[in-house]
Structure formats: structure tokens, C-alpha cells
């Protein structure tokens, strides 16, 4: 298992339309990041504009966002929050990461 912590921005003002929308997240959805073997997925809204996510990857990261690039549900909420968010990776496609330093179990 593969703990990812990763951050990206929101566009101004949108930060309670993005707070909704996970409000009202989609089961289909849900199933998907499951199926994809992701868990203890959760995000911390940092100020008004940036968030950082932590997700636990079974067997690892690359995995399993592998397993939902194509994802029905995915694709349709990606596309969704085009509108909100201005960006999750970098121009090569990697999303924007952190670096583990220590972790206590």
C-alpha cells in the first residue's frame, strides 16, 4: 500500500460550489475509487483556493489512478469540475505530489 498526499488549486470563489459538490458525491463514483483500490481518501481544504488530498493506493498509486483514467464515473466528474479546479497535474500528466518524509503506524 502506497499513502499519496497530494495539493492543487481551485479557481477564486468557487470554494463552496467544490465543498457541495463533494457533499453530494456520486455512489457510482464512490464504487469506482474503491474498485480502483483506493481508501482513507480525504481532503483538507487549506485556504479559500488551495486543497490537499491524502488517499491510501492498494498496491500503489500509479494502480491505481491507472484504473480510473478511463473510469465512467471519473471521467464524467473530472469533466464537471473543469470549471472549478485549475489543475491536478502537471503538464506531464503527474499529479502534484509529496514527497513522504517519515509516517508512524
Known amino acids: 500500500m ?5 495539493s492543487f488549486q481551485i479557481r477564486p470563489g468557487t470554494l463552496a460550489e467544490y465543498q457541495k459538490r463533494h457533499d453530494e458525491i456520486w455512489p457510482e463514483l464512490v464504487a469506482e475509487l474503491k474498485e480502483a483500490g483506493l481508501s482513507n481518501y480525504t481532503l483538507f481544504r487549506y485556504d479559500d483556493e488551495h486543497v490537499i488530498g491524502y488517499v491510501e493506493c492498494e498496491p500503489d498509486a500509479a494502480t491505481c489512478f491507472g484504473r480510473l483514467a478511463h473510469a465512467d464515473a471519473n471521467t464524467r466528474w473530472s469533466k464537471w469540475f ?5 489543475s491536478l497535474t502537471d503538464d506531464d500528466g503527474n499529479m502534484h505530489s509529496m514527497q ?3 509516517h508512524l503506524s
Open 100 to 102: 513522504e518524509l517519515w
Open 82 to 86: 473543469e470549471d472549478i479546479i485549475i
Open 2 to 6: 502506497q499513502r499519496q498526499c497530494f
